[in-house]
């Protein structure tokens, strides 16, 4: 971090460590919308993006907003978490290779065990390996598992269906690699935040539809499923939430600017899910996604795959990019690392 973003930092775990009460004074009376209350610390991010005068990310060119997130990621993060080993590599993509980076906390050192390979976040047009890091940290740790990130090419530059197709490639090449990284290649799940949530869920589709090597397990944290119709969490929580609706549409045209069709792309559409892996999709109460996500989850359930919904009422899209502010997005990564660790011991 350079020292303007240490001293945002600073003050955000400042804030952070304020007693509730002078939270509240900051952050204003409570919100509340259908039927649920926001999250305290939640409420204290709106308030201070709102104050921070940036433009929405809609406004902004792909530079601009990838920018924006790479300068406030690190500092969302939190502190990052010491692992054993936190090594760069490369792996196959669709059209070439792909920068990737691969977490060994201690306890998954020696014997091959499990590996999950992660998407990122970004509406398919922003983030990468770097603006997660830390939430990849805290999840190797919570999950004893390997955990490798996968840099995927982002629109509108590579436009769908590229994003899927490297999503694809990689976890094919994370399987044949299996000894190389240190995984065992029955224990291999796909993880995502977000647009990384679509990617996990399409690379279980596709890989269960093919015949090929599939996940083990999928963890869809406030995933997109839907691209065509909005569900009503789009229209309730179209604005105010940091994800907006009006900053999804901008992501969304951003992906299919090639032409890609809306309904083939939406994992919520896909004709028949029997046979993909078991999954735990994760939500936000206060999400535009929300809805969508929580429909795939019924979908799964009703063509019979083990499919686990967890909706963390309080919080607001991108909680898993803020493990250093609040105690909600920390526990929220350290639980789904236990859902994992639970999951692939099982196989």
Not at 11 to 31: D, Q, S
Not at 86 to 92: N, T
Not at 269 to 279: F, Q, S, Y
């Amino acid at each position: 971090m350079n020292a303007s973003q240490r001293i945002q930092a600073a003050a955000v775990r400042a804030l952070a460590a304020l007693p509730a009460r002078a939270k509240r004074r900051l952050a204003g009376p409570p919100v509340n919308r259908d039927g649920l209350e926001l999250d305290l610390d939640a409420q204290l991010v709106i308030r201070f993006n709102e104050r921070s005068g940036r433009p929405p990310v809609e406004q902004r060119t792909p530079e601009q907003a990838r920018a924006d997130m790479r300068h406030s990621a690190p500092i969302a993060g939190g502190r990052p978490v010491e692992l054993a080993e936190v090594r760069d590599i490369d792996v196959k993509g669709a059209a070439g290779r792909l920068d990737a980076r691969l977490y060994v906390p201690a306890e998954a050192q020696g014997t091959p065990g499990p590996l999950v390979v992660f998407f990122h976040g970004g509406g398919w047009v922003i983030g990468d390996i770097d603006t997660h890091d830390a939430s990849c940290r805290l999840l190797a740790q919570a999950s004893g598992a390997r955990v490798l990130s996968v840099d995927y090419r982002l629109a509108p530059e590579h436009p769908y269906p590229a994003p899927v197709d490297d999503a694809l490639a990689a976890f094919r090449d994370a399987v044949a690699r299996a000894g190389e990284l240190g995984a065992d290649p029955d224990r291999i799940a796909v993880a995502g935040d977000s647009a990384g949530g679509h990617l996990s869920a399409l690379v279980a589709q596709r890989a269960a539809a093919d015949g090929g090597p599939a996940p083990a397990y999928q963890v869809l944290i406030y995933p997109v499923t839907e691209l065509v119709d909005d569900y009503p969490s789009k229209l309730i929580f179209a604005e105010g939430f940091l994800l907006t609706k009006a900053s999804m549409d901008w992501y969304e045209a951003h992906l299919l600017s090639g032409g890609g069709d809306a309904g083939e792309a939406s994992p919520l559409r896909t004709e028949r899910l029997d046979g993909v892996a078991p999954a735990f999709i994760v939500t936000a109460g206060f999400d535009p996604l929300r809805d969508e996500g929580e429909a795939y989850a019924a979908r799964l359930r009703d063509a019979g795959v083990p499919a686990v919904l967890r909706r963390h009422p309080g919080q607001i899209h991108g909680f898993f990019n803020m493990p250093g502010i609040g105690r909600g997005p920390r526990d929220a990564i350290i639980e789904i690392g236990g859902v994992l660790r639970t999951a692939l011991a099982a196989r």
